[in-house]
């Protein structure tokens, strides 16, 4: 069907390095995988995948002949000349994004001017000249490096791989390597944004940074909606028609999780400090969105008369968002915690998520369904708008709780559905 590409590497088979290597096998790309955790590596090659991301799983097995999966870089390097890096960039204690596993593959690479370095990790502008220079430092001449950050979302990452909104490539003038990476990306028809290196790093961060922004400001006009009598779906509705601001990450809610915006936007807090300058909007938007996670808690004392001791709470869902098993930064994390401080017993059930977070949160009590975890309690909390709970037969959760309180922390539900059943609907800044 597609004629010959060329063969690449993905260093890193997360959740950005799995759908990178998936989008480009079924374009035809013979595509050489690298981890070092010989454990993924086996279940790899075993074919199963070892993280849930919807399509995922059967894309991979369609095009199994063209993946290859290994812990040795030697055999990427024999067959691709594009090396994509997908390793993880997660924050150090100072909150700077770490950059070890980054230069652990830059370490293993021996010169050549036949390859280039395909920047997909987030990393702080800066990073391709730090790398250029670590090459100069070993004696390395002649690896290309090319910024191509990645912009997918988990929950519908393969199609953001086939229909990106841009495909930003980050070259330095001269080099083979950005048009190779333009030439792969070419069938998908995105629009291009060619650039040098440092620009392109910082597209992604300044990405993240307004798009968390955008949920830290809709947060706050909700909880002003709270005090004013204003519905924040109301508002968000009128403003987003404006063209100039747009309907989307206008849904108020209990904060922004996952692994990319907070540490995004502390990576570019700290890099502005590092090189003199005092980013002071991304303090707010950090400190609104740990805030936000935090409200729930005291609308459950206030319905709850106060002391939330012995009263049983239930999670529905903990995943950060719908359709990923993905708990890294997630709101429910911080709930969970503050609840079980405040005494509250917690009952739990994510319809994917519940093994990983039971690394995290061992002491919840995890539920097989969602009216199970309801079952005799007196309140429950919307997490994680999974479908299932937005489709819930909600006279049966009444019958099935032994108090009335519904918290909608994403503002999905049904309000009227909910008061029919004889419920108490509390949403964020929504009636
Ligand atoms: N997850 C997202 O939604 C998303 C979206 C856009 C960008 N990003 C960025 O992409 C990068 C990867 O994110 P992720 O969520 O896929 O991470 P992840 O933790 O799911 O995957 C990282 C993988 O890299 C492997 N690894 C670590 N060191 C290695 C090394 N030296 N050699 C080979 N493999 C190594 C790990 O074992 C792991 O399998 C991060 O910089 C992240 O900020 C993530």
Redesign the pocket.
């Known amino acids: 069907m597609n004629a010959p590409r060329a063969p690449i590497a993905v260093?890193?088979?997360?959740?950005?390095?799995l759908v990178t290597a998936a989008g480009f096998a079924e374009l035809g790309s013979e595509v050489w995988c690298?981890?070092?955790?010989a454990e993924?590596i086996a279940r790899l090659q075993r074919g199963e995948v070892p993280?849930y991301e919807p399509g995922l799983e059967e894309v991979l097995a369609r095009h199994a002949e063209r993946l290859h999966f290994s812990t040795d870089?030697g055999q990427a390097l024999e067959h691709a000349r594009l090396l994509f890096v997908?390793?993880?960039?997660p924050p150090t204690y100072s909150g700077d994004a770490d950059l070890s596993?980054v230069h652990?593959?830059v370490d293993e690479l021996p010169s050549s001017g036949d390859h280039a370095l395909v920047m997909?990790?987030?990393?702080p502008c800066g990073t391709g000249a730090s790398i250029q220079r670590a090459f100069e430092e070993r004696g390395v001449q002649g690896i290309a490096y090319v910024s191509c950050?990645?912009?997918?979302?988990?929950g519908t990452?393969l199609k953001d791989f086939r229909h990106p909104d841009r495909v930003v490539v980050g070259e330095h003038d001269g080099s083979w390597a950005g048009q190779a990476v333009v030439d792969l990306y070419e069938p998908l028809g995105a629009p291009l944004v060619r650039t040098d290196v440092a620009s392109a790093e910082m597209i992604k961060l300044a990405s993240n940074a307004f798009l968390a922004t955008k949920i830290s400001f809709i947060n706050e006009i909700a909880n002003v909606c709270e005090e004013t009598g204003a519905d924040v779906v109301e508002v968000a509705r009128g403003v987003g028609l404006d063209d100039r601001i747009g309907p989307k990450f206008l849904q108020a809610g209990i904060g922004y999780g996952?692994?990319?915006f907070t540490?995004?936007v502390s990576a570019l807090k700290l890099l502005a400090a590092n090189s003199g300058y005092h980013f002071q909007l991304l303090n707010a938007v950090t400190e609104v969105n740990e805030l936000q996670k935090r409200r729930v808690v005291s609308k459950l004392e206030r319905h709850l008369g106060g002391k939330l001791s012995g009263r049983r709470v239930a999670l529905l869902g903990l995943a950060f968002k719908p359709e990923t098993d993905?708990m890294r930064g997630a709101s429910s994390l911080v709930l969970a915690a503050r609840l079980l401080a405040e005494g509250a017993k917690v009952t739990a059930f994510d319809p994917v998520a519940e093994q990983e977070a039971r690394k995290l949160m061992p002491q919840l009590d995890y539920r097989d369904s969602a009216l199970d975890a309801i079952e005799g309690a007196d309140a429950v909390v919307l997490v994680t708008e999974w479908r299932e709970f937005l489709e819930l037969d909600w006279k049966h959760v009444a019958q099935a709780m032994s108090g009335d309180l519904v918290i909608d922390g994403r503002n999905a539900l049904d309000a009227a559905t909910i008061r029919d059943a004889g419920l108490v609907y509390e949403g964020i800044g929504t009636r």
């Open positions: 260093i890193g088979t997360g959740y950005v390095g690298v981890d070092i955790d993924k993280i870089i997908a390793v993880g960039t596993a652990a593959v997909k990790s987030t990393v950050p990645e912009f997918l979302k988990e990452a996952g692994s990319c540490k995004d993905d």
